[in-house]
């Protein structure tokens, strides 16, 4: 085997591993998102429902010293103090989620009625985000994602959102590109000034890229 | 090598070309974020099972300890570029790497379980202080980085063949083009492979270990707060373990690479001044980069 060879098969070899730094989400949670329309045909709300992964999970309950028997289950008194925390959201915290029509962001209220629950271990957040002006859906459509801007929680939609609603109206998912998310996630980072990368909170933030986008279309 | 272990390598790189071209990067970001999951889940359920008393518990926790640590290494960062490029730039045998890929693993964790509890001590275990605590270290890490790539060039630069008298070996007579002598002036190959340097050594680990995984961190932290201090530690020790497999096999690839280099040059002394001069201009860049990145952080 002419050493020339073995050199450059090693030194191929060593691009297979991943050299550079580079940001990788550090909680998962499991989505599923309910389209919900009113009797006059417009989008009025948004259901979700939020499953914690165990590890962030274990983290929240250890933080805020619950579950004291660990039996796995929360008392009354328990869900009815974390729904209403939960709820709380502060003034800059969108709600990892973003609604868009004809090109514009969709005003979406803070949630309401939200139900916590722990279930094998993992905290499940149930809950709506109305809109603020509903949209009528007659021959339109609008687009959803979940993500977290820093991508620092992965927003995971395993099953395409459902309808609620008087017509019948057609969900489609747009599968996120890794592959095109990381490049552009590199480029920003390298995009960015010493200065700025001293600063907390100046990650680049490509979250959405990252993330599936979902297609509601509904017949005119 | 043995033939047809080479050739099976020189397909491997092909494919693994093939795909860095087809998006790689893609495939294999989605993987690794299955994978982590994955790890995460079952580090929680061990967490929940020590502290639930389960028989079995400890011996579970530790397995997930050394797979986490794996394939967490197999991401970006826990220091396989910087072993892999010093293994390139710098001629180390390979018992030598693995010396190195295992101080500086375990060292990474012993910064960890140090960080954590310096925290604890000093914070009394608020998470984001702790975390700000590690973040004040990376840029000393870079730091040693950067003096690693320094160390490289100072080193090769000495060994930079010279036409004039004094380069640093004794002759019993002179030179001529009738010399014959039956040497030559180039470094010697043989010697190159066999030059080590603590401090560069020294270096190396102390860039490695100085920026602790924030899954060992994560993991000392939670351990603590269960009251599993003793076994959070021995856990974070053996995730340190996992990492070391990785940033080895990274450094003895690497290392190979440097190998059939140095058995190219006993062919000619012009390739041997190559690998000189590739030895500078790699530690040039490593002290660039890292310099640029410490300067950056601090």
Known sequence: MPRAVSFLTALALLVVLPLRAGAHPHEFVDTSLTFEMDAEGR?????????????????????????????????????????????????????????????????????????VDLREGRFVLDFRRALADPIPMAGASVRLQAFDPTYFVYYEVPELPGVIGPTACDVTRITADLGAARSLYERLVGDLTEEQLMEPGQEPLVGSAFADTFVLTCPG | M?????????????????????????????????????????????????RNGEPGAVAGFLTICFLHGFLHALGPGHGKGVIAAYAVAAPVPAAR???????????????????VYAGVWLLDGAREGVEGLAAAIEPLSFGFVALLGLMLCI???????????????????????????????????????????????????????????????FLLILTWQLGLDALGILGALVMGVGTMAVTL???????MARRGLIGLAQDGSALARGLVAAEFLLGAAILVFAGSAALRLL
């Open chain 2, 249 to 255: 096999s990274s450094g003895l690839v690497a290392g």
């Open chain 1, 43 to 115: 989008l009025a709300a948004v259901h979700v429902v939020w499953h914690w992964d165990e590890l962030m999970s274990l983290l929240t309950l250890e933080d805020l010293g619950l579950d004291p028997d660990h039996d796995g289950a929360l008392s009354a008194r328990e869900r009815a103090t974390l729904a209403q925390r939960f709820s709380d959201w502060p003034e800059d915290f969108a709600g990892d989620m973003q609604l868009q029509h004809a090109g514009q962001v969709v005003a979406l209220r803070r949630p309401h009625g939200m139900d």
């Open chain 2, 2 to 50: 043995p033939r047809i272990a080479g050739w099976a390598l020189a397909v491997l790189a092909l494919i693994a070309l093939g795909l860095a071209a087809l998006g790689l990067q893609g495939w294999m970001a989605e993987a690794a974020l299955g994978a982590q999951r994955q790890a995460q889940d079952a580090l929680a359920g061990a967490l929940r099972a020590l």
């Open chain 2, 155 to 217: 080193r090769a630069w000495r060994r930079f063949p010279r036409e004039q008298a004094g380069h640093g070996h004794h002759h019993d007579h002179d030179h001529g083009p009738e010399c014959g002598c039956g040497h030559s002036h180039a470094p010697d190959p043989a010697e190159l492979a066999s030059a080590r340097s603590v401090r560069e050594v020294a270096a190396l680990v102390a860039g490695v270990a100085l920026r602790p995984c924030t899954s060992a961190l």
């Open chain 2, 97 to 115: 790497l693995v010396v190195i890929a295992g101080l500086s693993s375990l060292a990474q964790a012993v910064t960890a379980i140090l960080v």
